[in-house]
């Protein structure tokens, strides 16, 4: 059987999907994005203690992509209102001088939470580029990406 999009219907027009008959579950799901701020901005900031003239860094980037991930049914069409039961996001440099978020996202809901923990890391990523750039426009973000997913229908581990 094919795939198919679930966001339209037969005549190709938006819709919401129906949940209502979905069995409830604890579902859980972690994405990461990348932010490679680049040696000048990483030099400045490692001097500070990850302090920016707008305040911390890291700190407010968690906050905001906590906050972002409990908006994701206001920025996301046809995308369900979801009262999440729990969100972490982490934030590390790695050893290529990258800055990995990570945010996870739990509830026991009829409908996966992928789309509240991709938005949490934009939305942390988001914030460090906007808290960084009076030091470089050279501030990439990249490889936003779903690592796992549990509840539901079927898992998903990226390998």
């Not at 030099?43 to 968690?62: E, M, N, R, Y």
């Not at 999440?84 to 945010?103: K, R, S, T």
């Not at 509830?107 to 939470?113: C, D, E, F, Q, S």
Request: net charge positive.
């Amino acid at each position: 059987m094919a795939k198919k999009f679930t966001h339209l219907d037969e005549a190709g027009n938006p819709r919401m999907v129906d949940v209502g008959s979905k069995t409830t579950s604890r579902r859980t799901a972690r994405a990461q994005c990348i932010v490679r701020l680049g040696e000048e901005v990483l030099a400045q900031l490692q001097g500070t203690d990850w302090h920016s003239p707008k305040g911390p860094v890291f700190q407010t980037a968690i906050l905001a992509g906590i906050m972002g991930a409990k908006k994701t049914g206001e920025l996301i069409p046809l995308c369900h209102p979801l009262g999440l039961d729990n969100c972490q996001v982490e934030i590390a440099v790695n050893a290529a001088h990258e800055v990995v978020i990570q945010c996870t996202a739990n509830i026991t809901a009829k409908t996966g939470v992928e789309m509240e923990a991709l938005t949490g890391a934009s939305i942390a990523a988001l914030t460090i580029y906007d808290m960084c750039k009076a030091l470089s426009h050279d501030i990439v973000i990249a490889e936003l990406k779903l690592m796992e997913k549990t509840g539901g229908k079927k898992d998903f581990i990226r390998k």
